[in-house]
């Protein structure tokens, strides 16, 4: 199987800073990584797919980056809105695990 | 627009077997490239990717789970079932269905549903 590890765990950020999450293949997986934003009590929902494409109305504050192992989700500018946890997510082989996630305080 | 939904009993008995079932609509799974994935995530912890079924009718499974869980599709009523047997209270967990798109990534989940197990 394929381990994803996301790093930090948890991180406090104040309006406006520029936060960045990292998440990191045990194997090397290409560009399949994609990234979700789950809210309190909702659904995850998709954020960035393939490492660098911007799903359809996501703000453009969020952006992938990352190739083969080594993958990062930055935030330009924290809003208060962006109160959630994010998820990783290997879609390059079966089992297509999700990394632990990285719970972002406000 | 994509939307799915899960339905089943919100309380199982362990041992017990659980049918979930995922009703969509907005695409077709006879489509090149679909999918529909099941997610599960027990109360305060992480995504679990539990199992996916393609166009193709091809299956995949957590190998944790592999020898409890069994995923179909009905393309004429637009649904996929899950079925997990021998559940435990550690099953007890918001189950979500999602559509995979060509892509590999998740486009679209449902609202989940949450699925207690306890005697």
């Known amino acids: 199987d394929i381990q994803m590890t996301q790093s930090p765990s948890s991180l406090s950020a104040s309006v406006g800073d520029r936060v960045t ?3 990191r293949a045990s ?3 290409s560009n399949y990584l994609n990234w979700y934003q789950q809210k309190p009590g909702e659904a995850p929902n998709l954020l960035i797919y393939a490492a660098s494409s911007l799903q359809s109305g996501v703000p453009s504050r969020f952006s992938g980056s990352g190739s083969g192992t080594d993958f990062t989700l930055t935030i330009s500018s924290v809003q208060p809105e962006d109160l959630a946890t ?3 997510h290997q879609s390059y082989r079966s089992p297509y695990t999700f990394g632990q996630g990285t719970k972002l305080e406000i | ?3 799915l939904k899960e339905s089943g009993p919100t309380l199982v008995k362990p041992t017990q077997t659980l049918t979930l079932t995922c ?3 907005g695409f077709s799974l006879t489509t090149s490239g679909v999918g529909v994935g099941w997610i599960r995530q027990p109360p305060g912890k992480a995504l679990e990717w539990l ?6 009718d091809d299956k ?3 190998p944790s789970l592999k020898s409890r869980l069994t995923i179909t599709k009905d393309t004429s009523k637009n649904q996929v079932v899950l079925t997990m047997t021998n559940m435990d209270p550690v099953d007890t967990a918001t189950y979500y269905c999602a ?12 609202q989940g549903t949450l699925v207690t197990v306890s005697s």
């Open chain 1, 86 to 88: 994010y998820y990783c």
């Open chain 2, 1 to 3: 627009q994509i939307t």
């Open chain 2, 51 to 56: 199992a996916l079924i393609y166009w193709d």
């Open chain 2, 99 to 110: 559509h995979r798109r060509a892509d590999g990534d998740f486009g679209v989940w449902g």
């Open chain 1, 27 to 29: 194997q090397r997986i």
């Open chain 2, 60 to 62: 995949r499974y957590s």
């Open chain 1, 21 to 23: 999450i990292t998440c």
């Open chain 2, 23 to 25: 009703t969509f609509s």
